[in-house]
């Protein structure tokens, strides 16, 4: 069998922890298959996945332990991942048989789905990551998982064997994007293969085990009519998004964490033309954009040197460099906020970023204080004229105490009064209270702003009546709604 590993060999070779992986050969690999893109191995969720107990995982650990005795886990990596399984699933069989266990075939299907997962992906999370429903999966130590579910943090009955398996099974993912973690680097960002952000921070900075944050990629990004289905905008507040993304505003996306900000980003850049010239700047590329004319740009951790890094700051002005008609920036962090400001300033009208903001006036103080924490010694009215004078609209998005995220304001920024940045809600969302579920109730309306400040560039593209219809249709259901 070619997974086998001749026996002449075994002691050799021997693994001195049973689950720690051996380490991968040059040009070889461990890791069969990227989660997604080979579904093959992935075990879906099952609904009521059984409660496992100790003796089954004491059971586990023998099986696993003999059976990587025999297998050549390198090997296995090269194969088919139908293959592959199908060996180890004959392997496990002959264990289960020479050592005489009494097993249910059910729970030797369940075993061999476990020690697959182990073997072949990423252990206990695989049946989280096959999910499609999960937004985010934290692992806090061996024995806690908690996802996010509909917006809502609930804990799950998976657990890792251990602290070591659960290292291994980060390792596991860091070292494909080239990277180690361990007590010497705890602290690493990585990325799956089929798009998840993860972060990893290990002991003794995570007191209490391996911390492990994935969050997950959705392939089929949301879009604007389903945000309306939501209940997150109404139809007449989307009608005036996809008009601001079309008529090329300067737009700031501002939101909590997982408020939905890169959602909404990527719906806003769901109305350039496709003729535009559109450079993005990510951590991680998450953007879907649909238009041909797009260059993708990401930033570079530091090497396990520590050199090499390229910043967002980096890549933003290199954009400059690369005549682009708009630049959008995934998330603005830090210093490079002072670049998207100058490339919205300096005819790249149109050009957007999220930032993390828990309201639109907070966006713009959080933007002043990144620009002076980055050094540039200005003075703070020069610093906000040019905010002021960069920033179109700013797109408040959050997420309600129920779970459910809402688009709670489409605010214009109008300019400086005195010091102080004047900006104009055109359309918000007021919460009025809690129905028996919990739910929040609340309503989305326009301010009554018939002539917002961006109305001469919606005329130049040909967009003034929908954008009059839209805001007045968004009033008279507010109207409706009240009455
Ligand atoms: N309006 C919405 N309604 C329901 N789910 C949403 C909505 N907006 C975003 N999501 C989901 O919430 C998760 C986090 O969204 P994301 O846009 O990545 O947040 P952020 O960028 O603010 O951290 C994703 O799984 C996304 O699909
Ligand atoms: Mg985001």
């Known amino acids: 069998m070619f997974g086998k590993r001749s026996f002449i060999h075994e002691t050799a070779q021997k693994p001195t922890a049973p689950f720690l992986a051996p380490a991968p050969q040059a040009g070889q690999s461990i890791i069969l298959a990227p989660v997604v893109a080979q579904p093959a191995p992935v075990i879906p969720a099952r609904p009521q996945a059984s409660v496992r107990t100790e003796e089954y995982y004491a059971l586990k650990s023998q099986v696993f332990a003999a059976l990587i005795e025999v297998i050549d886990v390198a090997q296995l990596g090269l194969m088919d991942p139908v293959q592959a399984r199908a060996e180890i699933g004959v392997i496990v069989n002959e264990i289960i048989a020479a ?3 009494v097993m249910s075939i059910t729970e030797q299907e369940e075993l061999l789905r476990d020690i697959c997962n182990d073997i072949l992906g990423y252990g206990p999370l695989e049946p989280l990551l096959a999910r499609d429903d999960i937004a985010d999966i934290m692992v806090n130590g061996a024995d806690t998982v908690y996802i996010e579910v509909g917006g809502k943090v609930q ?3 998976i657990r890792f064997r251990d602290n070591i398996q659960l290292l291994n099974i980060c390792q ?12 010497s680097s705890p602290i690493c960002d990585a990325r799956l293969p089929d798009g998840s952000r993860v972060n990893v921070i290990a002991p003794p900075l995570a007191i209490d085990g391996p911390t492990l944050t994935i969050r997950k990629f959705k392939k089929d990004k949301l879009t604007l009519d389903q945000l309306v289905k939501f209940g997150s905008i109404t139809p007449e507040g989307a009608q005036i998004l996809e008009i601001i993304g079309r008529v090329r505003c300067n737009v700031i996306v501002s939101g909590g964490t997982g408020s939905g900000k890169t959602t909404l980003l990527n719906c806003l850049t769901g109305y350039i033309e496709p003729g535009e010239r559109i450079v993005t700047c990510e951590d991680a590329a998450e953007l879907q954009l649909q238009q041909p004319h797009v260059v993708r740009l990401e930033t570079r951790p530091p090497n396990l040197e520590g050199e090499g890094q390229i910043t967002m700051r980096d890549l933003v002005k290199n954009c400059l460099r690369m005549r682009p008609e708009r630049i959008i920036v995934g998330e603005v962090r830090g210093s490079e906020a002072f670049d998207l400001l100058q490339a919205m300033n300096t005819g790249h009208d149109g050009s957007m970023g999220t930032l993390h903001a828990n309201s639109p006036r907070e966006a713009l103080s959080r933007i002043e204080s990144m620009i002076t924490m980055g050094g540039f010694s ?14 179109d609209v700013i797109v408040q998005a959050a997420r309600l105490r129920d779970g459910s995220r809402r688009i709670t304001h489409i605010t214009e920024v109008l300019g400086l009064e005195g010091d102080v940045p004047i900006t104009q809600d055109l359309f918000v969302y007021d919460i009025h209270g809690e129905d028996a579920q919990g739910n929040v109730i609340g309503r989305h309306h326009s301010t009554g702003i018939g002539r917002p400040r961006f109305w001469d560039r919606a005329r130049y593209f040909g967009e003034e009546k929908r954008l009059a219809a839209a805001l007045d249709a968004a009033g008279e259901a507010a109207e409706t709604a009240a009455a």
Do not use: A
């Open 99 to 101: 050592k005489k266990i």
């Open 155 to 157: 804990k799950t009955d």
């Open 172 to 183: 596991r993912i860091v070292s494909q994007v080239g990277r180690r973690v361990d007590e």
């Open 378 to 391: 200005l003075p703070s009215k020069t610093i906000r004229e040019m905010i002021v004078s960069s920033v």
